[in-house]
């Protein structure tokens, strides 16, 4: 792993950077775009690298990683690959299938985390979003515990080093935990997390379980047209934000990651810009005094940049909680 990043130790042993590069592209994002910014994120030091089979970019991460593999740049052993399994796949019976899949896409025999995308399952088959004639989700009931179980096997078959989940709370959690025979714990739960939505009591629930919070939209989102609404305030233009962001001579970007590897967390970094994607490497490289945690922390106004709107209605929905 680069010397010049921190690991962060999951709770079955594995060490994950604390810095990721995330790899989701919006419909808008052309085609080219995710391998070009993969490969400039490896090449500038990136060694965490953040997947999804709903993304569609894991043949970008598997060319990338390769390509520069062969230059002598990196082992596969340096890379840190995150991939997660999608919600039309949470029956039992598919979980496996859909991580050879991924495993197909990234020209890998194992990543390095598997991670249940969401706790709220979606009718199987081949369209990742499936709706009805009327456009209503066609979502699905299945037993989280018993698609647990499964990812349980896949780590003991060696397809994966460490397993975690993604936009579950804190009750959802539980029931995973508190399951009999319970083999390993999730090592990790992804979620939004920004200066918005600072999630300071999942985080804290996450901490005393020895569950790594991993955190997405770190930045304030893509703003995705799909998913995000445009009237929605842009995080980074934030005038407390660029205040202190002036005031320590970095970027804003700069700030909110560090933000986040303050309070332990592991964050996602994305940008299809080369100069940005150097930027936001360089956030081991400054500390922000415990008063200025504290203007940032008083940022936070429970906003969600991405709510699910397929989910809702489901007695899965995890927003519905408070964490």
């Given at each position: 792993?680069?010397?010049?990043?921190?690991?962060?130790?999951?709770?079955?042993?594995?060490?994950?950077?604390?810095?990721?590069?995330?790899?989701?592209?919006?419909?808008?994002?052309?085609?080219?775009?995710?391998?070009?910014?993969?490969?400039?994120?490896?090449?500038?030091?990136?060694?965490?690298?953040?997947?999804?089979?709903?993304?569609?970019?894991?043949?970008?991460?598997?060319?990338?990683?390769?390509?520069?593999?062969?230059?002598?740049?990196?082992?596969?052993?340096?890379?840190?690959?995150?991939?997660?399994?999608?919600?039309?796949?949470?029956?039992?019976?598919?979980?496996?299938?859909?991580?050879?899949?991924?495993?197909?896409?990234?020209?890998?025999?194992?990543?390095?985390?598997?991670?249940?995308?969401?706790?709220?399952?979606?009718?199987?088959?081949?369209?990742?979003?499936?709706?009805?004639?009327?456009?209503?989700?066609?979502?699905?009931?299945?037993?989280?515990?018993?698609?647990?179980?499964?990812?349980?096997?896949?780590?003991?078959?060696?397809?994966?080093?460490?397993?975690?989940?993604?936009?579950?709370?804190?009750?959802?959690?539980?029931?995973?935990?508190?399951?009999?025979?319970?083999?390993?714990?999730?090592?990790?739960?992804?979620?939004?997390?920004?200066?918005?939505?600072?999630?300071?009591?999942?985080?804290?629930?996450?901490?005393?379980?020895?569950?790594?919070?991993?955190?997405?939209?770190?930045?304030?989102?893509?703003?995705?047209?799909?998913?995000?609404?445009?009237?929605?305030?842009?995080?980074?233009?934030?005038?407390?934000?660029?205040?202190?962001?002036?005031?320590?001579?970095?970027?804003?970007?700069?700030?909110?990651?560090?933000?986040?590897?303050?309070?332990?967390?592991?964050?996602?970094?994305?940008?299809?810009?080369?100069?940005?994607?150097?930027?936001?490497?360089?956030?081991?490289?400054?500390?922000?005094?415990?008063?200025?945690?504290?203007?940032?922390?008083?940022?936070?106004?429970?906003?969600?940049?991405?709510?699910?709107?397929?989910?809702?209605?489901?007695?899965?929905?995890?927003?519905s909680d408070e964490f």
């Amino acid at each position: 792993m680069s010397s010049k990043q921190q690991l962060v130790k999951l709770n079955d042993g594995h060490y994950i950077p604390a810095l990721g590069f995330g790899t989701y592209k919006p419909e808008e994002v052309p085609e080219n775009k995710p391998l070009e910014a993969i490969n400039l994120a490896i090449q500038a030091g990136f060694r965490h690298i953040d997947t999804a089979y709903v993304y569609q970019t894991e043949k970008d991460v598997g060319q990338a990683i390769r390509s520069k593999i062969a230059a002598g740049l990196v082992k596969r052993e340096d890379i840190f690959v995150t991939t997660k399994l999608w919600r039309t796949f949470l029956r039992p019976e598919l979980v496996q299938s859909n991580l050879e899949k991924s495993l197909k896409n990234l020209q890998l025999d194992y990543v390095d985390l598997y991670i249940i995308h969401y706790p709220v399952p979606m009718k199987p088959g081949e369209d990742l979003f499936p709706v009805d004639e009327h456009g209503k989700p066609l979502l699905d009931t299945v037993d989280i515990c018993a698609t647990w179980e499964v990812m349980e096997k896949c780590k003991d078959a060696g397809l994966v080093k460490s397993i975690g989940v993604s936009n579950f709370n804190s009750r959802q959690l539980e029931k995973i935990l508190n399951k009999p025979g319970l083999k390993y714990k999730p090592v990790c739960n992804q979620v939004e997390c920004h200066l918005y939505l600072n999630q300071s009591k999942l985080l804290n629930y996450c901490m005393s379980k020895d569950i790594v919070l991993v955190a997405y939209c770190a930045l304030g989102s893509q703003r995705p047209k799909r998913w995000v609404d445009p009237n929605s305030p842009v995080l980074l233009n934030d005038p407390v934000l660029c205040e202190v962001a002036k005031k320590h001579k970095r970027s804003p970007a700069q700030i909110s990651l560090r933000y986040h590897l303050q309070r332990g967390i592991v964050v996602l970094a994305q940008s299809y810009k080369e100069n940005e994607i150097k930027e936001n490497l360089q956030v081991f490289e400054f500390e922000l005094p415990s008063e200025d945690m504290k203007i940032l922390d008083g940022m936070n106004r429970n906003l969600r940049y991405a709510p699910d709107p397929f989910g809702e209605g489901h007695p899965e929905h995890p927003f519905s909680d408070e964490f």
